[in-house]
């Protein structure tokens, strides 16, 4: 009886659905371990109930609305690569899951798309102020960065760094909500492991999936305009730079780190990353860029469990 009352009617859920799907929430709910990491890395312990609260809204709200202002600024090039067939839902593909694109596929008005971001952001903005002043700016930053991202599209490639940047204003924004004065070293070390891993492990096999929409209408990406091998090459070098960070970072975080975890910190990168990568290069082909995003996407996720392993590890074993 509980489940049947909490149950949506079904044109309620589908509608629903569409709006999940416009802000790619099982992706997004995978990000939102990113700033959780960012966190615990910066302060070395758990920060307060309210903190973890107020930040897990805040966070579930800025991906949400991120990514839908990703779709309202591309809905018109987006239009035409879905008139032409493009977008598959179909394929073994993490930002498939849920319809791709229901912006573009007119499933979801724009104007009610533009509704759902605004109304995101407030919550977004309204949680960020709470937890500290700086993380608003940092998320208006991303916002303003993501609609930047989004206009070069037919510009340069090098638009893939300021997709880069986008992607650390979560974590970046979540160590100020639990350190107003974070150390710099760690900080720097931080942004740069988010920043080459989105690059090499999310923008370019993202953008190499969707290579022959691009072509066709001429987007400045990162594998069409350096070609296949030197972006393989690429974004394998982006990764290998990732994987020393990672130890870099959790040299500068407070919390120690012994032999064995550090094992699984190099276990992780080559098994979501650096594998994957390798085998894009050699290969070429467009569902080895597929798997590759879909297994590095997972990559804040493992580090965050083997993050709280550690944690609770300390909690009961301090001296170790």
Known sequence: MIR???????????KLNLFWALSR????????????????????????LSVILIGIITAFAGYTAVYAVNDLTDYHSDRKKAA??????SEDYLDGVMIRHPLAKGALSYSAGLAW???WSLVAMTGAYILNPVCLWI????????????????????????????????PLAAIYAVNPNPPLVFLAFLFLWIFFWEIGGQNIPADWTDIEEDRRF????IPTSLGLQRAGLLSLGCLVIATLLALAVFWASPLTFGPVYLAATLGINVYLLLLPALKLAESREREMAMALFNRASYFPLAFFILVLVRMVHLAFFPAT
């Open 4 to 14: 049947s009352f909490l149950q949506l009617p079904p044109t309620i859920q589908h």
């Open 25 to 48: 929430t099982p992706h997004g709910l995978i990000d939102m371990t990113t700033p959780a990491l960012a966190a615990l890395l910066c302060l070395g312990h758990f920060p307060s």
């Open 84 to 89: 032409a067939g493009g977008f598959d839902d």
């Open 117 to 119: 971001a605004v109304g």
């Open 139 to 170: 998320f208006l930053a991303g916002c303003i960065l993501e609609i930047i991202y989004c206009l070069l599209g037919n510009v340069s490639p090098l638009r893939a760094l300021v997709n880069g940047a986008v992607k650390t204003c979560g």
């Open 218 to 221: 001429n987007a400045k990406t």
